[in-house]
């Protein structure tokens, strides 16, 4: 079979780092430097809001920022702010927060989650407003979230303190309206919502997470309410220039062991495997990449499989882990139904590299291959000999191991997939 001619060899390629040593000191600090916490009076309260992705440490910062709001004298509270995620149910909203260690006995304070929103108007381009309720009963909100690129649009803002406003406080109400115009939506959309929550709600703030090219917390940075649409684009800037990729701009098969909502919004980064999969919205110059095989769900996702659909062939394994009411939910509420469609099913991961190989169709010795564990994990990289050389002669690419063809078990399924 083609599979079997071909070894990949694996590299390692250099990715900025720059780790924050403690972040919740870094919090702290950066609390007390903006201003926020001053404006808290003692005994109140006060709604942290928390998001559905795979942030490192993000725990730990949450956290930080529930003691902080403590010794102001305040009473702190969180609210999941997620829009639609966690199949747009309470329950699921605490599980999702609860596979971060975000739970009440390790934050040491009540979790309030429901879907409940109050209706708080529209903007001047017609989109209603919408806010967790219990975020807009409480005396003060302050949203916890990272500052990366979007994987759907560019803009001053994409993804960070001013998505969470509009569209993670406004739970699935929000998520829907802003999402029902598609990518202008949440180009145009997002900053109009989330600058009349500033108006119209009690926001205190924001702390912003940035992390480096190696998925480590790098900054960390507080920002009063009236601040977020003025800084966080510089923000944005720095997050962008730390951003890992793919070292090559084109090859016929990308193997994917795992995707999922940890990994990505859209269950693998578009910015990435350079595919949007978007009606009306032109698809990334580069990387170019022919075939894409995807072979795991992470359990982190709750069975929600958004971004099946940015694949050609997916294994099995990856369906049966699928939720499909979840998985449906997040994608009508996106408006993006193509990246929730089912793409050819093999029956295990050695049929499913041999499908993309065989759209491909290249030549196994010509065959530009290459295996990653998923798009926020990109410092190892295996390679098919056609590509090898070209990556390795990119500074800070070296081979990290020797080439070997892709081993399986008896079932058919790659033998060295590492839990996720």
């Known amino acids: 079979m083609l599979l079997d001619q071909i070894r990949l ?3 390692r390629q250099t990715l900025v780092r720059r780790p924050l040593a403690d972040p919740a000191a870094a919090v702290h600090a950066t609390l007390h430097q903006s201003g926020m916490l001053a404006h808290i009076a003692p005994g109140a309260r006060i709604a942290i809001g928390a998001g559905s992705r795979g942030i490192s440490r993000y725990a730990e910062v949450v956290a930080a920022v529930v003691a902080a709001v403590r010794a102001a004298g305040a009473k702190p509270f969180i609210v999941p702010a997620m829009g639609s995620h966690g199949g747009a ?6 599980a999702v927060l609860r596979d971060w260690g975000i739970d009440e006995a390790a934050m040491g304070c009540p979790l309030i989650s429901a879907m409940h929103t109050v209706a708080l108007g ?71 919502v989330a600058a009349a929550l500033v108006r119209r709600a009690p926001i205190l703030g924001g702390v912003a997470i940035i992390e480096d090219g190696a998925h480590a917390v790098s900054e960390v940075v507080a920002l009063p309410a009236t601040a977020i649409a003025v800084d966080e684009p510089q923000l944005l800037q720095r997050a962008r220039a730390m951003a890992p990729s793919l070292p090559f701009t084109h090859a016929d098969v990308l193997l994917v062991d795992w995707i999922g909502k940890d990994i990505s919004g859209t269950g693998m980064d578009t910015t990435v495997i350079g595919r949007r999969a978007i009606d009306g919205e032109p698809e990334p ?12 769900l992470t359990p982190a996702s709750h069975g929600n499989a958004t971004g099946i659909g940015l694949a050609d062939v997916v294994s099995r394994a990856l369906v049966a882990a699928m939720d499909v009411v979840a998985t449906e ?45 998923d798009t926020l994990s990109l410092e190892q990289l295996w390679l098919s000999d056609a590509l ?33």
């Open 89 to 94: 149910t309470a329950a699921g909203q605490l």
């Open 285 to 296: 110059a580069t990387p170019r990449i022919g075939a894409i095989a995807a072979l795991r």
């Open 122 to 192: 529209v903007t001047a381009a017609g989109v209603p407003v919408f806010c967790d309720a219990a975020a807009f009963a409480s005396d003060g909100i302050i949203v916890v979230n990272r500052v990366k690129p979007h994987t759907d649009f560019h803009g001053a803002t994409e993804s960070g303190l001013t998505k969470m406003l509009a569209i993670g406080l406004g739970k699935r109400d929000g998520a829907e309206a802003i999402h029902r115009r598609g990518a202008a939506g949440l180009r145009e959309d997002v900053p109009q």
């Open 9 to 11: 060899t694996p590299v």
């Open 388 to 420: 090898l050389a070209e990556v390795c002669a990119q500074p800070g690419v070296a081979l990290c191991g020797a080439a070997a063809p892709l081993a399986f078990d008896a079932a058919g399924q790659l033998a060295d997939v590492a839990a996720h």
């Open 329 to 373: 939910v997040n994608v009508a509420t996106s408006g993006f139904p193509r990246r929730g469609v089912v793409p050819l099913v093999a029956d295990d991961d050695r049929g499913a590299i041999e499908a993309a190989l065989r759209r491909a169709a290249v030549a196994p010795s010509a065959v530009r291959l290459a295996r990653i564990s």
